[in-house]
């Protein structure tokens, strides 16, 4: 039955240490090698500690878990039901299971694999492709604190890497899951704000890009709260409080924070759907 899964596509990384520590290296397998397996695996490769034999890719599930003790989970989610139960039978307790699928549940992901599995679901973005994430993640409910430190370990690289409760995982994809669509839409707008006042428009759209990352890196790195930037660059009677009052007027918070709590309710609507489809079958 293994064996029929030949067509699917499994990266095997093989003998990351993540810990210098540790006696035993670490063996990390991915099902689905698609752009979050390719960001994760990149992060991990990109730590101090590289794998000692490089990158394999094995194509049968058997494998992946004959080598790998933390398995990442990284399709799309409508492939999770099928998927879970064709590895159930392959999963120990000395396997870690990742999910990374949007709206999977760890209460759908524990009904389809063995009780006491250790499982972890994980949020990422797409920055993650430039180790710029921001990933959070919950421990289901046999995954213990060291599962967790483990993971963190595994992912420094890849961005920003948090734990907390699951209900925050579907507010960590309305704010930065769909949030990045929110920035690129906003950089559009300033774009077109520039090319409206007679800036050709690649110019605008290079200059509108490296303003939010510039905006965001100074963010990130002083710590500062967004309104202390922000008042930073207001000079009274000046250009940018003449920009900030339009802003206000148009709604631009009310907007971005409706715009926030739709796609958490959406990813919540979404994730009580895949609840019932890992239950009907
Ligand atoms: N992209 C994001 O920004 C993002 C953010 C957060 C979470 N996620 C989650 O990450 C997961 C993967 O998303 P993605 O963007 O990486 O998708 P993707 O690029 O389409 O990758 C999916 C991978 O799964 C493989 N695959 C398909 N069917 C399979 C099967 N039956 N068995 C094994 N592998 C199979 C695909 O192989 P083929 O190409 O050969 O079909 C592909 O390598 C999704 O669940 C998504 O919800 C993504």
Redesign the pocket.
């Given at each position: 039955m293994l064996f029929s899964?030949l067509c699917?596509?499994?990266a095997y990384l093989s003998q990351v240490k993540t810990d210098p520590s540790m006696d035993m290296p670490l063996r990390v397998g991915f099902?689905?090698?698609?752009?979050?397996?390719y960001g994760i695996a990149k992060g991990i490769l990109s730590g101090k500690l590289k794998p000692s034999i490089g990158t394999q890719t094995y194509i049968v599930f058997i494998h992946v878990f004959h080598f790998s003790y933390l398995v990442f989970v990284?399709?799309?989610?409508h492939?999770v039901p099928e998927?879970l139960r064709e590895i159930s039978q392959l999963v120990t307790q000395k396997h870690i299971i990742v999910s990374?699928?949007?709206g999977v549940t760890l209460a759908t992901l524990e009904l389809l694999l063995p009780k006491d599995s250790v499982i972890l679901r994980l949020?990422?973005?797409?920055p993650c492709l430039l180790l710029e994430g921001a990933l959070l993640f919950s421990r289901g409910s046999s995954a213990k604190p060291e599962d967790a430190a483990l993971l963190s370990s595994l992912l420094q690289h890849c961005g920003l890497v948090e734990e907390g409760p699951e209900a925050w995982i579907d507010v960590h994809t309305g704010l930065s899951?769909s949030g990045v669509a929110f920035v690129y839409l906003f950089a559009e707008a300033l774009a077109e704000g520039a090319v409206k006042m007679g800036m050709p428009s690649s110019l605008a759209h290079s200059i509108a890009a490296q303003t939010i990352v510039g905006a965001g890196k100074l963010l990130r790195d002083t710590g500062k709260h967004p309104a202390q930037l922000r008042s930073d660059v207001c000079t009274p009677g000046g250009t940018t409080i003449y920009g900030l009052h339009a802003l206000e007027q148009g709604g631009l918070r009310a907007a971005t924070m409706s715009a926030v709590e739709s796609a958490t309710e959406r990813a919540r609507e979404l994730g009580q759907k895949s609840a019932g489809a890992g239950n009907s079958n």
């Open positions: 899964l699917l596509s499994c099902i689905g090698a698609g752009n979050m397996a990284a399709v799309k989610p492939l998927i990374v699928a949007a949020m990422p973005n797409l899951g």
